[in-house]
């Protein structure tokens, strides 16, 4: 058993690391994106981005591995617990990570702010399907918790899906602390100046951009993903040599929506009235559309036949 559980481990993190490989790999080529959605990463100069990137994706390939390492394989009883607050770790200190190489000191992010951020909430929403679930599947391809979610459309976490949701989690992220700089530091110009794009220098269109993805995310938290839930739809972001990529898959996400509040929720109730009465509209419209072609058909038939015999009785005389 002892034999087992360390083969287990080896292969899990041999597939860790060639996933994560992968990544960097494409981390060298174009990061533009496929459709018009903004992303956060969209404000950085095309070197922060990169530098950005591959930050989140060689601390996550490090926390990763220290799970596998350090963790019960057969068991994520331990991450079940306590997956929201490593995720949030792991966030914090990307977050410090990549301001302290921009600036060349030590940066402290304090907890509470990245917390209050509405972009930190929206993905500690999602701790499950974006931090927990790549690493149940790279531990067992067949694990229970992916197949819960996935199957039966994907009965078995093949290593492209998984590198697949390895890109989701390492955008969003990435989009997370662009977010959380964005409203906390980017009144000093020196900050605009070290990271952003030349054409966000000027205060108008980096206010512009800043409401439009502020806009862009109630949309997407409280709109968006009560009704992909209700649809059981995710919607991803993949890395690819070509760009960034936009896909639907797939995802049973049943639990998550008997957690929904307020307005999460009210956008679910509003989306029921609104397929009951579409029914009902269409039930009337058929019944309506019946009437009309039965009276066209028998009534109308009728007096055309009537007008139509008095002319050859007519014709007769």
């Known amino acids: 058993m002892v034999d087992n559980k360390k083969l287990s481990r080896n292969n899990a993190k041999k597939l860790t690391a060639n996933i994560f490989s992968k990544i960097l ?170 990271l952003y794009r030349s054409k966000f220098l000027s205060l108008r269109n980096f206010e512009r951009f800043k409401n439009n993805l502020s806009w862009q995310l109630r949309v997407k938290t409280y709109i968006q993903r009560p009704i992909n839930l209700y649809n059981n739809r995710y919607e991803i972001y993949t890395l690819r040599t070509r760009g960034i990529y936009n896909r639907t898959i797939y995802a049973n996400r049943s639990k998550e929506i008997n957690s929904l509040k307020k307005l999460p929720l009210l956008t679910i109730v509003l989306v029921e009235v609104r397929d009951f009465l579409t029914s009902r509209l269409d039930e009337t419209i058929y019944i309506v559309s019946k009437s009309v072609r039965f009276t066209l058909t028998s009534v109308l038939g009728q007096v055309i036949g009537l007008i139509w015999r008095g002319i050859i009785e007519g014709l007769k005389k």
């Open 25 to 194: 790999y494409k981390l060298n080529f174009s990061n533009k994106k496929s459709n018009q959605f903004l992303l956060g990463i969209d404000l950085l100069k095309e070197n922060v981005k990169k530098d950005l990137l591959c930050i989140v994706t060689l601390r996550l390939e490090e926390t990763y591995t220290n799970l596998l390492t350090n963790l019960d394989i057969t068991s994520v009883n331990f991450l079940q617990k306590n997956g929201e607050t490593l995720f949030f770790l792991f966030i914090k200190k990307t977050c410090e990570d990549f301001l302290t190489q921009q600036y060349g000191y030590k940066v402290k992010i304090n907890s509470d702010s990245l917390k209050k951020s509405l972009y930190t909430k929206n993905v500690l929403s999602n701790t499950e399907i974006l931090f927990q679930v790549p690493l149940y599947a790279i531990i067992d391809p067949k694990s229970p918790i992916f197949r819960l979610i996935y199957s039966p459309i994907y009965n078995y976490a093949s290593e492209s899906f998984i590198e697949a949701l390895v890109d989701n989690l390492i955008l969003e992220v990435s989009n997370c602390i662009v977010y959380f700089n964005i409203v906390n530091f980017s009144s000093v110009y020196a900050f605009r100046q070290t």
